[in-house]
């Protein structure tokens, strides 16, 4: 009982060394317990901006699909009208050859 490493408990007393080597344990266990929180961070920043870019460019495809379908109405619009002068020009082209045709006749 007089053993001077011993505690009471039947184990040794740590010794200095053992104590150094169990703080530069815990140090580093610390250092990289903060660099892995770091870049659990540094992903979710990214993460969070990803989610903005994707939110943007949904965002963007829905405008340009608006203006997509605005532009096929109008497009439609300007095929339609110009059928309709077509036809009208035929039909005045075909007016005036009937009447050049009677007046070369008469």
């Known amino acids: 009982m007089s053993d001077p490493s011993a505690n009471g408990s039947g184990m040794p007393e740590p ?4 104590l150094d080597a169990a703080t530069r344990r815990l140090m580093a266990a610390l250092e990289a317990l903060e660099s892995a929180v ?5 992903a979710d920043r990214d993460e969070n901006e990803l989610a903005t870019r994707i939110q943007a460019l949904g965002a963007d495809r829905s405008r340009l699909a ?17 059928r309709e002068i077509a036809e009208r020009l035929d039909a005045a082209i075909g007016t005036i050859r009937s009447v050049l045709d009677a007046g070369e006749s008469s």
């Open 38 to 42: 770091e870049r659990r961070r540094e």
């Open 66 to 82: 608006d203006e997509l379908d605005g532009s096929l109405v109008k497009s439609r619009r300007l095929e339609r009208a110009n």
């Open 15 to 18: 010794t200095t060394a053992d």
